[in-house]
């Protein structure tokens, strides 16, 4: 179940922030702050998702970390980027909702957050590619040294 739970909850902040971006610079562009609270709204989602992800983490590793196919390498990447990401997210979602709270003007709310947004995005896209080869061996470095494959076919069992 944690494992499971893990993969709904972890699409939260790899997704949102991309879906952000648009309606960021929509929101820039028009001035409008019923688009920037929309902007936020999808920020916070992202920020709540990626401290659900990084709760989950853990119950989920040790769900899958024994079954056949499991990269040991790939849990250790995805869990040594994850702290970073989730910061970088939770960060963002931090900043856009004080922009709103003390209602800073979007033309000077929105280049602040949209570039902690990219960050946020690429952090979580970083961190998310380790994750999707933990247990998808097409998504791994197939040009790794061998003695790394073999590590990995080693805690098949």
Known sequence: ???HLHLIVNHLP??????????????WSRQ????????????LLSGVGALAATWTGEPAEEQVEHLAGTSEAALERHEDRALPAT?????TAVVALGTLALRVPVSAASPVV????LLSAGAMGWTAQAGGQIRHPELRDTTAPLAELSHDADHDD
């Open 14 to 27: 790899v997704l949102g922030p991309l879906l952000a971006v648009p309606v960021i610079l929509l929101a």
């Open 114 to 117: 949209l570039v902690l947004t």
């Open 32 to 43: 409008d702050r019923g688009v920037w609270s929309a902007a936020v709204l999808l920020l």
């Open 1 to 3: 179940m944690s494992a």
């Open 87 to 91: 910061i970088a997210t939770t960060t």
